[in-house]
């Protein structure tokens, strides 16, 4: 016999909100939602906290900016007709407790809202600082079909409030995601969302956030599975997209008992005919958007959290110091690409140690790219350095500190010109040179945004290769990838004379700071005893200096900051 199934036109608007910007939100998401409906779907699911953005932190303990956000909610609910929507906003129930919420929209009101169960505070999640979790599984009777609401934490593990959903008979489940991204978490979390469908046996849509805060990237991935686990439909990654597809759901064989409190229904609506489609709804194609390689998608992820950030905070120019090396050319790719190369400054500022071959790279890397190139050679403020000093440094040996001078003129010029000219200044420090201090206090760690600072420095040379081979051509000269890597500060400096060789660095590393290993777990991992001791050593010693490090783009794990928080003042030891 065939299981009779009813028809859904669902819409999914992944989009790409700016932390307390609520009205423009609220336009963002009012646009989404008259295009879904022009596109015949009943029901549209906006992403967690677009109202606001995520993540609002502080901003939700001021009064008056919850305020906003429900003056907001009210008059979106007021446009919303023919079809429903779903749209997530802190919400105050009648106790004054404040909740994560998914507010039901149609017929011009806000019908009920959904308080999310779950709520992370792990990692770069805080939410427990902000909201109380709700009651529990809460349903919406739409069109005599029952679709279970959640909230992004909601689904990430087996049981409630998924299954109390599954069990009250619902055949979709739908979760409103602001789930930021890490290397991987696209197909991790659509591996998960089809888990769940499976266990429960209902379809499931997800829709993810796009877009870049601060620190984070949402990567979008928003996906729609049928109650086998297979993906039916996919929005693309690190792009706003409206994701439309047409499901067919196990028709509905019982009616809601009397109480609808007893199988969790919040409301029951119906839609305008116009909001459905008279013709069948077909089950294929659906739209299934392609996954990027690994590596494409960190540079995707990197290139869209710089975008995101210098757009959202007002920045139309950045400036960088160009060395010649590896990181500053990758910082310049990154650059060219999320800004335009006419929006880019490149500076090169040779010193006495500098090599005519990495000066030719920088300048090649400028003209490849298309971005302003300036020059300022800093031999002469050397020498007006090491005169003002020669009295408070005679009798000492030449050293670290000379060497950082180098790195803080260079700063002093690049903010010089974010200064002066409103530019956003990018650091060029990697994850690994990050890690053990391998960089300089108001030097090289001077600037507005640090956008490979979670890039280990392997990782550094797979981004650059690939978008080469992306180009066609060498916007970066091979002899930059090929070089042994040098900061270049006195005379045949190599940084293995300070560093273990970074591909060992970098295995170590993930142990100790993204694994929350130790030596014993390092060494059993490969990495050399006396390797892991010192590794270890410089990645607490230099735990004062990543705090005062600019932000810049979570693309593991456990990214330096909202992720990994240790105390500068540690004997742990390990």
Request: aromatic residues 6%; negative net charge; charged residues 20%.
């Amino acid at each position: 016999m065939t299981e009779s199934t009813t028809g859904l036109r669902l819409a999914l608007a992944q989009l790409n909100p700016t932390v307390g910007a609520i009205d423009d939100n609220a336009a963002l998401a009012a646009n989404s939602i008259v295009s879904a409906q022009s596109a015949g779907a009943a029901l549209v699911v906006l992403p967690e906290l677009i109202l606001t953005g995520y993540p609002p932190e502080d901003l939700l303990l001021k009064g008056h900016f919850l305020d906003a956000c429900e003056r907001a909610l009210g008059e979106l609910a007021s446009s919303v007709e023919g079809i429903v929507a779903l749209v997530g906003c802190p919400f105050r129930d009648p106790q004054g407790e404040l909740h994560n919420g998914l507010a039901v929209l149609a017929d011009g009101a806000v019908q009920t809202v959904y308080s999310k169960v779950l709520l992370p505070n792990y990692g770069v999640f805080d939410e427990r600082r902000y909201f109380s979790p709700g009651p529990g599984a809460r349903l919406l009777e739409l069109d005599e079909q029952l679709i279970g609401l959640t909230v992004c934490e909601d689904v990430w593990l087996p049981g409630p409030p998924t299954s109390d959903e599954a069990q009250a008979g619902a055949a979709l489940i739908v979760n409103a995601s602001a789930s930021p991204y890490h290397r991987g978490k696209g197909a991790m979390r659509e591996q998960l969302v089809a888990d769940r469908a499976l266990e429960n046996g209902v379809a499931m849509a997800l829709c993810n956030m796009v877009g870049g805060q601060d620190e984070l990237v949402f990567d979008g991935h928003s996906v729609i599975v049928d109650a086998s686990g297979e993906t039916i439909a996919r929005a693309a990654q690190f792009e706003s997209q409206l994701l439309i597809a047409d499901l067919q759901l196990p028709a509905r064989e019982t009616t809601p008992p009397a109480d609808p409190d007893a199988a969790a229904i919040a409301c029951s609506l119906t839609t305008t005919s116009a909001a459905n489609p008279a013709s069948p709804l077909p089950e294929k194609p659906q739209p299934l958007a392609s996954t990027l390689p690994d590596v494409a998608e960190v540079y995707a992820a990197l290139t869209l959290g710089l975008a995101d950030y210098a757009r959202k905070n007002g920045f139309c120019h950045a400036v960088i110091g160009l060395s010649g090396g590896i990181d500053s050319a990758l910082v310049a790719l990154l650059a060219a690409d999320a800004l335009g190369p006419e929006r880019v400054s490149c500076v090169v500022m040779p010193s006495p140690h500098s090599s005519d071959a990495t000066q030719a790279d920088a300048r090649a890397i400028a003209a490849n790219l298309g971005t302003d190139l300036i020059e300022v050679p800093i031999a002469p403020m050397m020498a007006g350095y090491d005169e003002a000093l020669a009295e408070p440094f005679a009798g000492t040996q030449t050293g670290v500190a000379e060497e950082n001078l180098q790195a803080r003129i260079r700063g002093n010029i690049i903010m010089a010109l974010s200064n002066k000219f409103g530019w956003l200044a990018l650091t060029t420090g990697n994850k690994s040179e990050m890690s053990v201090g391998y960089a300089t206090l108001y030097g090289d760690m001077a600037g507005g945004f640090a956008v490979i600072k979670d890039v280990p420095k392997m990782l550094v040379y797979g981004l650059t290769r690939f978008r080469n081979e992306q180009e066609g051509r060498e916007l970066v000269p091979s002899s930059v990838i090929e070089r042994p890597p040098t900061a270049e500060l006195r005379p045949d400096q190599l940084d293995s004379d300070s560093l273990p060789d970074y591909s060992v660095l970098d295995r170590a590393l993930e142990e100790y700071v993204e694994g929350d290993g130790g030596r014993d777990s390092m060494v059993a991992a490969g990495i050399d005893p006396e390797v892991a001791e010192r590794v270890i050593s410089m990645v607490d010693r230099a735990e004062y200096k990543r705090r005062q490090a600019p932000p810049g783009v979570k693309i593991t794990p456990k990214a330096f900051g909202r992720d990994r928080r240790l105390p500068i003042t540690n004997r742990f030891g390990g």
